[in-house]
């Protein structure tokens, strides 16, 4: 069973910077895409940060020239290292993945997510 775990959450005072990883576990072929999605309190799930697996990046516009995705495809684990943040970057951070997994195929994978929170 394949498994997606955040950390490196926590709470930081604005212009900190914080570094999350993804880490994954169980038997995996191959990884397309890994995205990190946030969700603040009554707010929609918005997109953070997309990297393929030939390291293409795409970010949100609230988060572009502050936000770094990366990945280690030997570790099968991307990494979000979040620079200058603001209150308003608060939210629960997730990871999403594009997985070929040994047993199911192709499939889309979720973490738990890990909180973040920015104060002023």
């Known amino acids: 069973q394949v498994q997606l775990v955040e950390s490196g959450g926590g709470s930081v005072q604005a212009g900190g910077s914080l570094r999350l990883s993804c880490t994954t576990a169980?038997?995996?072929?191959?990884?397309?895409?890994m995205e990190w999605y946030r969700q603040a309190p009554g707010k929609e799930r918005e997109l953070v940060a997309r990297i393929t697996s030939a390291g293409s990046r795409v970010y949100g516009d609230s988060v572009k020239g502050r936000f770094s995705i990366s990945r280690d495809n030997a570790k099968n684990t991307a990494y979000l290292q979040m620079n200058a943040l603001k209150p308003e970057d608060t939210a629960v951070y997730s990871c999403s993945a594009n997985i070929r997994a040994a047993v199911n195929g192709w499939g889309v994978y979720w973490g738990q997510g890990t909180r973040v929170t920015v104060s002023s």
């Open positions: 169980g038997s995996i072929f191959e990884i397309k895409i």
